[in-house]
């Protein structure tokens, strides 16, 4: 899924690696049906694999919270997120998962349909955001950390 959203976004998206990468990884959480069913299988079956448990504490906190086994479908942007958090994966440039989960910020504060005109816009100033990226970074850098701290 990731692969076929580049292929029909990439004409009509910014070059920015963050945006490439970023909305394919943020938009296959969404469309990927198969991956959500596999993810749903390794999130809930953590111990049948050969891992370091250390890589899933976050993850094995966040199900405690919840009570229940993960349903990726619903918990998706929480694991990203978590994931980001526990790698300390906050620049968007060097990471998909970290791309995706600004792009998913993006989207939570100012609207899917600014995003997306922002996305797949040649335009050099980020559209009704009246805030430079750094200050966005910071702000979606600190969401994470306040978010995402007492599972990690």
Known sequence: MHEYFHSISLPYCRQEQWIVEGSATWYSLYFDEYGIDIQNYLYNHLDEF?????DFEHVEK?????????DYAV????LLNLFVYEKNLYN???SYAAAA?????LISQYGEETIQN???SHNDDF???DKP???LIIEWKNYIKINYSSYG
Do not use: A, H, M, Q
């Not at 966040?62 to 993960?70: A, F, G, K, T």
């Not at 918990?75 to 929480?78: A, H, Q, T």
């Open 50 to 54: 050969d891992l370091n448990n250390t």
């Open 62 to 70: 966040y199900i405690v919270s919840l009570n229940r086994e993960i």
């Open 75 to 78: 918990d998706k942007i929480n």
């Open 92 to 94: 968007p440039s060097t």
């Open 101 to 105: 989960s600004f792009i998913g910020f």
């Open 118 to 120: 922002y996305l797949f």
């Open 127 to 129: 559209i009704n955001l």
């Open 133 to 135: 990226y750094e200050e």
